[in-house]
């Protein structure tokens, strides 16, 4: 009997597939390992599985086309990606929240940006971090994980999808998680983090079901490389820079060292944040020394 399931976890060749609900413990048919495929957290896949058979064992036999997907963390078919970072402790870095956007924006993942530990943050702070973003239109939340602000209206948002939860270490990813979903408890705190750290499972992401959806913690992603992006691919990824590009002399325009651009005069009239802009060329450099790099 073929059937479709959801692939939510995988260890050393086996893929646990949710099919209706039940957990199915699965291997890789034969005649798919002789062709080339790859299997993700995330891949919807059809399994044979004998239902007369007591064990919830089965074979899979195809994986459907991908939506999108992550290659680090590796998971598939999200409908959100959530980005994660502290206010404080450690302090906000613009770059690396425009470094996981970018990453977003590449793969074409709705993004939705989560801001924590506002208890412990300067109230006018978390307004000018969070209005940078919802300027460009990325769904910003504010919360806490301790006076438990904004943690419902993110249980509401995150009901009936599939997100996955990125972004450094020690920013609250889990611990904001365990609010939303009180009776899944996931490892927190910097000294648990140590101890998972190089184990099989902080490599792979696990969907755990959620209301309708999934939610997947990952073990954090700060230092986002972006090996497979050209710096010319970069501009594309910052949204802002679309309406203000037509003002550029030349184009294609890199926005750096040409003399008439859009985005440069749209920084200066204030109407491109400067903590972007600034981004921007930091990530553009980084792309620029990667591709020189490969070239060599
Ligand atoms: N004050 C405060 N501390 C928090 C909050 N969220 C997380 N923390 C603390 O930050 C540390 C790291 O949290 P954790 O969830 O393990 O971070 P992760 O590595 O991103 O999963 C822990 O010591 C948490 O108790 C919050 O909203 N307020
Ligand atoms: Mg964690
Ligand atoms: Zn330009």
């Not at 074979?59 to 290659?71: A, F, Q, T």
């Not at 989560?114 to 300027?135: C, G, H, M």
């Amino acid at each position: 009997m073929v059937k479709s399931g959801l692939v939510v976890r995988s260890y050393s060749g086996y893929y646990y597939v949710d099919c209706d609900g039940m957990i199915v413990t699965c291997k890789v048919k034969g005649h798919m390992k002789q062709n080339r495929f790859t299997l993700y957290t995330g891949d919807r896949v059809q399994i044979e599985r004998n239902p007369a058979e007591e064990k919830a064992e089965g074979m899979i036999v195809s994986v459907l086309p991908r939506r999108n997907y992550l290659l680090r963390p590796t998971v598939a078919n999200l409908d959100l990606i959530v980005l994660v970072q502290a206010l404080v402790q450690p302090d906000f870095s613009y770059l690396i929240m425009d470094k996981l956007l970018v990453m977003a924006e590449k793969a074409g993942i709705p993004v939705l940006i989560v801001l924590t530990k506002a208890d412990l943050a300067d109230p006018a702070k978390a307004e000018q971090v969070a209005s940078i973003y919802r300027n460009l239109h990325y769904e910003t939340h504010v919360i806490s994980a301790k006076t438990g602000k904004g943690i419902s209206s993110l249980r509401e948002r995150l009901a009936g999808k599939v997100s996955a939860f990125g972004g450094p270490s020690g920013v609250g990813k889990s611990t904001a998680l365990n609010a939303i979903q009180p009776g899944v408890t996931r490892t927190t705190g910097e000294i648990s983090n140590k101890i998972h750290r190089g184990r099989h499972t902080t490599r792979f992401t696990e969907l755990t079901p959620f209301n309708g959806g999934y939610l997947a913690d990952t073990p954090g992603f700060g230092n986002v490389l972006m090996d497979h992006m050209l710096p010319e691919e970069l501009a594309s990824c910052f949204p802002e820079f679309k309406t203000v590009e037509a003002d550029c002399k030349f184009s294609p325009c890199s926005h750096i060292h040409e003399p008439v651009c859009g985005v440069k005069d749209a920084v200066k009239a204030g109407k491109i944040a400067a903590s972007r802009y600034t981004s921007y060329l930091e990530i553009y450099e980084e792309l620029k020394e990667n591709k020189e790099r490969n070239r060599r």
